[in-house]
């Protein structure tokens, strides 16, 4: 059977991180639960690991590259660092989890070897509110991949942080160090593997920690960098595919 690593990036997520690595590890299919902390201040790293997460320092892994730059050079290590033929990544201030999120994530990689990477589709809230989030996708990533990519037009949540992707497809890919990882990823993989290894599948609303606009302006930048690169308007930030630079771990 497929061996499922769950990964979730964390800064300074005391709040949330123990109650998700919780609900998490009931899951029987969450072979691994890994919390790569990323330079925390708080007790974010104590609280997973007293939850059952095995905590990893992203700072200490591929550690020649220096310390981890942005969430997608974090991604980027925690694919070296786990060891399951799928990796799901999760949001460390997710509150909302339920097991639907990873079995319906899980489900379309068991059924079909094609598929490659499993985006969510599910309503984003806003401050309380059922709907309203997901502003840098609805102002800035739908709108540049309708510009230059429309084949990928269709995605609902192209920067949602949940998500599956299998270890081999994500070991051939560059990442992009910052919050363009996301919407690289999306245009890479149809790029290397078909639009058709992408699929999206429904899962139950999203609540977390909704950013102020004022957070927002530096993480839409570069989403937009990443989405003009790909099309060869702009420099990309990435970190090399895994498999140039390490063997593929044997799970």
Not at 16 to 39: C, F, K, S
Not at 82 to 96: E, K, P
Not at 200 to 222: F, G, I, K, M, T
């Amino acid at each position: 059977m497929t061996t499922i690593s769950v990964c979730i990036p964390a800064r300074n997520e005391e709040s949330t991180v123990g109650a998700l690595v919780r609900a998490v590890r009931q899951h029987p299919r969450a072979d691994e639960v890994i919390v790569m902390d990323h330079a925390s201040q708080d007790a974010t790293a104590h609280l997973a690991q007293a939850a059952g997460a095995k905590v990893i320092s992203a700072d200490e892994v591929l550690a020649e590259f220096g310390p981890a730059l942005g969430k997608g050079d974090v991604l980027w290590r925690s694919v070296h660092a786990a060891r399951g033929d799928v990796i799901v990544w999760l949001d460390a201030d997710l509150r909302s989890y339920t097991d639907e999120y990873l079995t319906h994530l899980i489900q379309p990689l068991d059924n079909d070897d094609a598929i490659a990477f499993v985006r969510p589709d599910y309503p984003r809230t806003l401050d309380g509110r059922p709907t309203g989030g997901g502003r840098i996708t609805e102002r800035t990533a739908k709108p540049a991949l309708r510009a230059w990519h429309p084949h990928l037009a269709h995605i609902r949540q192209p920067l949602a942080g949940e998500y599956a992707i299998r270890r081999d497809v994500a070991s051939s890919l560059p990442f992009e160090i910052d919050y363009g990882v996301e919407i690289g990823l999306l245009i890479d993989i149809a790029a290397a593997y078909g639009t058709e290894s992408i699929v999206q599948v429904e899962l139950p609303a999203r609540v977390h920690r909704n950013r102020p606009d004022s957070e927002l302006e530096e993480p839409s930048r570069q989403v937009m960098r990443t989405a003009l690169s790909r099309a060869g308007l702009a420099t990309p930030h990435t970190r090399p595919p895994l498999n140039e630079i390490r063997p593929l771990a044997v799970a």
